[in-house]
C-alpha cells in the first residue's frame, strides 16, 4: 500500500475513535440539559385549599395540575382539594402535573334496596349493610316474626328505591311474632325515639 491510503485509514480510524467517545458525552450532556437533571421543585402542599388557591400556588411554583378524581366529604367545601400527588414537599420537575381530587357538591346517594314487606331481618340487614348504609337497634311491632315492615331514616319512613345519601343510618321495624290481621302501614311512633 501507498503511504498516502494508510494515513487515510489512520485519519478515518482516529476520526471513527472520536466520533465513537464523542458522540455518548453529547448526547449525556444534552439529556442532563433536556431533562433538567439535578433541578427539582418542591411541591406546596394544597390539601385543605380551594381548586382556585391551590392552582395559584402551584403555578407560582411552575406547576401544573389536573383533576382526576372528586370524592364527598361533607366537612369540606366544594371544590377543594382532598387529595393530591405527588404529595407536598416532595421533589418534581418544572412543569409537572400534580394529581387532584376534589370535594363533590352532591352528596352520593345510593337506592334503598327493596327489604320492605320483602324480606326477613337477617337478609334486610345483610343487604343494607352491604349497600353502604348503617343500621340502629331494630324496631318491633306485632306482625310476623322477623319480618320487615318498614325502614326508616332519623323519623322518615322510606320507599323502596327512594335515593337517600349513601352511609345513613336506618332502622329497620320489625314484626315481634305477636300476630295481627293485617298490617297496612306502620305509623311512626315518636316515643321510639326517646
Known sequence: ??????????????????????????????????????????????????????????????????????????????????????????????GRKIQLTLNSSKEPTMKLPDVIDNCSLREAEARLRAAGFKLTENITINGEKDWVYSVLMGKDTLKSGVEIPLGSTLTIIIGSGDEVEKVDSVLVDDSWFE
Open 1 to 94: 500500500m501507498k503511504k498516502s491510503t494508510k494515513r487515510i485509514i489512520i485519519i478515518n480510524l482516529i476520526a471513527m475513535a472520536a466520533v465513537i467517545v464523542a458522540t455518548p458525552m453529547i448526547v449525556l450532556n444534552w439529556l442532563d440539559s433536556y431533562t433538567q437533571h439535578g433541578k427539582a421543585i418542591e411541591v406546596p402542599n394544597v390539601c385543605g385549599l380551594s381548586l382556585d388557591e391551590g392552582a395559584k400556588q402551584l403555578s407560582d411554583k411552575t406547576l401544573g395540575y389536573e383533576i382526576v378524581d372528586y370524592k364527598y366529604n361533607k366537612d369540606a367545601g366544594e371544590n377543594e382539594i382532598l387529595e393530591q400527588r405527588p404529595a407536598g414537599a416532595e421533589k418534581v420537575k418544572s
